[in-house]
């Protein structure tokens, strides 16, 4: 259904208000436009301005710019683009009423390459929303796959993560989404990766990517990866260890997301601040653990009875390294529970 037409129909970004606090008539909210107007809906489908004046108007809003409820900070959030020094960028504002917005922030990549970040696709991770994902569409405008393509330029869609909307983690700079060898998918603006992920089965999550775009033929792709999938610490058959940095957990257990080949293996230790092994969670008394679970509870007390998954509970609350030694295995995410 059509559920807006006019100013802001070709790049409307509706979400559901997770806020506590919305109004019945608003549970769902959009920015839309350029600059943005702030709308709001009691179902989704039929639609308001909030206010007739535009809410942000610090930016080049020719694409769908984000906005979304951060249940962690508890506010609202607007990751949108613009141009620095001629380069397509994001930047973040933020809102407790989604009417007054702080100045944008523009994105800091520390000290990744400059690219052309045409789209961003940003949602809080629905596993852990404290972690904002982004999937960009990156744009090379000076290549061109023929002489007759309606525009110059060629995209693939990237990965990258915040904590904050501002700082940008790239240490992914290969393309997450490649245009494949459909050639209807190296048409200069094609591949956008849709905002945030949804899942769609026990061990699975799901996200959704425009393919041949300006083409008659231009549709959706549903593509999927594992449950916490969309990267890992991976180490190769000759083995590779990593350490985390310093962390303060609650819980009595540890539970891990991997998959190791038939041969492959983790073990782990818990250190405490200054790298020493906490007692009874060494090296050597880490079980073997090998496999392929979305959801793996660590035992310390296979084979070791003066180790107890228990006793977590003693060293919760304080600040702890975790330390894996892996053998063609990957690691793709790590919780407390």
Request: charge should be positive; hydrophobic fraction near 40%.
């Amino acid at each position: 259904n059509i559920v807006w037409i006019g100013k802001g129909g070709h790049n409307f970004a509706p979400f559901k208000d997770g806020n506590p606090k919305a109004k019945a008539s608003e549970q769902y909210k959009a920015l839309a436009g350029g600059p943005l107007l702030a709308l709001s809906s009691a179902d989704a489908i039929h639609w308001k301005k909030m206010q007739e004046e535009p809410v942000i108007s610090d930016g080049a809003f020719d694409s769908l710019n984000v906005p979304f409820w951060d249940p962690v900070r508890q506010l609202y959030v607007a990751i949108y683009r613009d141009f620095d020094n001629g380069v397509r960028t994001i930047k973040c504002a933020t809102s407790k009423d989604f009417i007054n917005w702080t100045k944008g922030e523009w994105a800091d990549y520390g000290e990744a390459p400059r690219e052309h970040l045409y789209t961003n696709g940003t949602k809080p991770y629905f596993r852990a929303p404290h972690i904002y994902m982004a999937f960009p569409k990156r744009l090379m405008p000076w290549r061109t796959p023929h002489d007759n393509a309606p525009l110059p330029g060629v995209s693939d869609g990237v990965f990258m993560t915040s904590r904050d909307g501002v700082h940008w983690d790239r240490r992914f700079m290969e393309a997450f989404v490649r245009p494949g060898r459909d050639p209807k998918n190296w048409m200069h603006r094609t591949n956008m990766i849709s905002a945030g992920t949804v899942p769609t089965a026990s061990d699975e999550v799901s996200f959704y990517v425009a393919r041949h775009y300006t083409s008659p033929s231009a549709h959706l792709e549903r593509m999927t990866v594992r449950t916490d999938g969309l990267a890992s610490a991976h180490a190769g058959y000759s083995g590779g260890e990593l350490i985390t940095r310093p962390i303060v957990f609650e819980g009595l257990n540890l539970v891990l997301n991997f998959a190791t080949s038939a041969a492959g293996s983790i073990r782990l230790e818990i250190q405490d601040i200054n790298g020493n092994p906490v007692p009874g969670f060494a090296l050597e008394a880490s079980p073997l653990i090998w496999g392929d679970e979305i959801e793996h509870t660590v035992k310390w007390d296979r084979g070791h009875p003066k180790a107890r998954s228990d006793t977590l509970n003693r060293i919760a609350g304080k600040p702890v390294r975790l330390r894996f030694v892996m053998k063609d295995a990957d690691l793709y995410s790590l919780r407390f529970q």
